[in-house]
């Protein structure tokens, strides 16, 4: 990688340098392009593969063909550069550029050299704590603290110390709070260091926290992303599940659907109902224990797992059905959006069990992380955070194309040649002189004409 | 990942601005102005793209991206004028312009 670096820096310098001492301007636009080329090259070396191209495009595409266009419509080919006056600014301007360079590139290069380089600061690793313990007021809830089976209710918090094993003073604390899954709750993704840390799960409830209930080493990584999911184990006492999530982006055209199944003694199975003539019948009579002819999605799902799938673009009906093939819950046109991460917990919701509503399936959302420099990233950054620059920038181009117009215009030309003409037009001779020679007979005598300016030639010509 | 960091990058990009800015002052051409010109903008871009990578974000393409859209314009309108230019004194010597009068 090294010595790719320094052939294509080292072309680099040789075409800006061969451009700037090229006498014919055609030459120095040439080695210019070679210049923006290997700049391209550097672009991809760098991870920014949409913008090399752009560079390409638009640098040594259309920027570059524009001055070879007007070099040779000018036919300036040969640069008459002034010599000898200014000269001395040129040795002058060396002299300070390779000191300049010097001062500032000492450092760095010897910085480069030395084993001690700083450490690229990392992207952020991504952690969230999805709580998925059926909560609410009044519902009681198991959990086991010091050994014991305590039952408790209200609303609870889960909650993940992430105690760094590098430094000690990096402590995390991520926590959520379980309530009201029927809304959508979305547990956002914390944004950590990557590094080795020790995860410490507990739950609290009304600031009373319980003894810990994991607790294992979790090594976070740039752009991986963890969730910690309490929920209500086989054994009906509360559990804690670390899970690493596929954010990768899914495959072309399609999304990634990860079921974690949070209901407690049930094996869960995700199946796709078919056409929506068929869920209704299905399900509008109260016999929703029998099922027709379905694919299966997910099959055997047991408490406390995860899974995932990836879903073409389309709609579906979608039903999460237990090992009786009773229907927990469904799914009914569900829009399978292209790119898109989705999580559905499998929850049970206090309430009746039993009753078709008492299950939920809450949505945790994740968006695929694009990879860096890719048009994609670049486009979302561009497209959703500088959107009104984007729009001043169209903008620019659109008074610089007017602009080009205007000063293009025939009427600029015809405005120079019309001043010469008129130059060479000025009337120069007396109207008396010009009449005399349309009517062939003097208006005047000759001696008033010597005295007229101009007109004495005229009279000689005659 | 890329084994070289950051550095070279931005010795490599000092490198190529010092030779634009040397070209703005060596050269009188007009057309070898902005071409020097255009050299010193794409080594900044160079440069913002190697921090970029180095801190991991996409702001800095968004700028090159900026950068570029400017670059273009701005090239448009100067060889506008310059034609304008030529036409008017046959010649696009920046040391005999020295009036504003066309």
Request: charged share 15%; aromatic share 8%.
């Amino acid at each position: 990688m090294e010595w790719l670096f320094l052939i294509v820096s080292f072309v680099a310098v040789l075409a800006a340098g061969m451009m700037l001492t090229r006498q014919n301007a055609v030459h120095s636009a040439l080695f210019l392009i070679v210049n923006f080329g290997c700049v391209a090259f550097l672009y991809l070396m760098l991870d920014a593969p949409f913008l090399a191209m752009v560079q390409v495009t638009v640098y040594t595409g259309a920027i570059m063909v524009l001055f070879l266009f007007v070099i040779m419509l000018l036919g300036a080919e040969a640069t008459t550069d002034t010599s000898g006056r200014m000269r001395w600014l040129g040795f002058a301007g060396t002299a300070v550029a390779i000191i300049l360079l010097l001062i500032f590139a000492f450092p760095l290069a010897s910085n480069m050299l030395s084993d001690e380089r700083a450490e690229p600061p990392a992207t952020s690793a991504r952690l969230r704590v999805i709580n998925a313990i059926p909560g609410g007021d009044n519902e009681p809830f198991t959990i086991e603290d010091m050994g014991q089976t305590v039952t408790m209710a209200g609303i609870v918090t889960g909650t993940v110390m992430l105690d760094s094993a590098d430094d000690a003073s990096a402590d995390w604390r991520i926590d959520d709070v379980a309530y009201d899954y029927t809304r959508d709750a979305i547990a956002n993704y914390a944004e950590l260091p990557a590094g080795e840390y020790t995860a410490i799960a507990g739950v609290e409830l009304a600031g009373f926290a319980t003894s810990p209930m994991l607790s294992e080493s979790l090594t976070l990584t740039t752009d991986s992303a963890h969730s910690a999911v309490f929920y209500e184990n086989a054994e009906g006492v509360v559990a804690v599940a670390l899970l690493e999530d596929d954010v990768r982006a899914p495959a072309v055209g399609k999304m990634r659907l990860s079921v974690f199944n949070a209901v407690t003694d049930r094996q869960v199975a995700l199946v796709d109902v078919g056409q929506y003539t068929a869920r209704r019948s299905l399900c509008e009579d109260d016999s929703c224990n029998s099922l027709i002819p379905h694919r299966v999605l997910i099959a055997h799902l047991p408490s406390g797992q995860q899974t995932s799938l990836e879903l073409e673009e389309g709609s579906y009906n979608l039903a999460f059905v237990d090992q009786d093939q009773a229907i927990l819950r469904t799914l009914a046109d569900y829009e399978a959006e292209r790119g898109v991460i989705e999580t559905r917990v499998l929850v049970r919701e206090p309430g009746v069990p039993g009753s078709q509503g008492s299950y939920r399936a809450a949505v945790f959302t994740a968006f695929a992380v694009p990879a860096f420099g890719s048009p994609e990233s670049v486009g979302q950054v561009l497209f959703i955070d500088y959107v009104l620059p984007v729009m001043l920038v169209g903008m620019l181009l659109l008074v610089a194309l007017i602009g080009v117009i205007v000063l293009a215009r025939p009427d600029a030309l015809a405005q120079a040649e019309r001043r010469r003409i008129n130059r060479r037009r000025r009337v120069n001779r007396p109207l008396v002189s010009v009449i005399a020679q349309q009517t062939g007979a003097d208006v005047l005598s000759g001696e008033y004409m010597a005295k007229l300016p101009g007109g004495g030639d005229d009279k000689a010509a005659e | 990942m890329n084994p070289i960091g950051a550095e070279p990058y931005i010795v490599l990009s000092m490198v190529l601005f010092l030779m634009g800015a040397l070209g703005v002052l060596m050269r009188r051409n007009a057309i070898l102005l902005f071409m020097s010109v255009e050299l010193m903008l794409n080594s900044a871009n160079l440069a913002l793209v190697a921090f970029a990578r180095e801190w991991g974000q996409v702001n800095g393409h968004v700028f090159v991206f900026f950068v570029m859209t400017v670059a273009a314009a701005e090239v448009a309108i100067g060889l506008a004028l310059i034609v304008n230019i030529f036409r008017e004194r046959q010649s696009i010597n920046i040391d005999e312009l020295r009036q504003m009068q066309g």
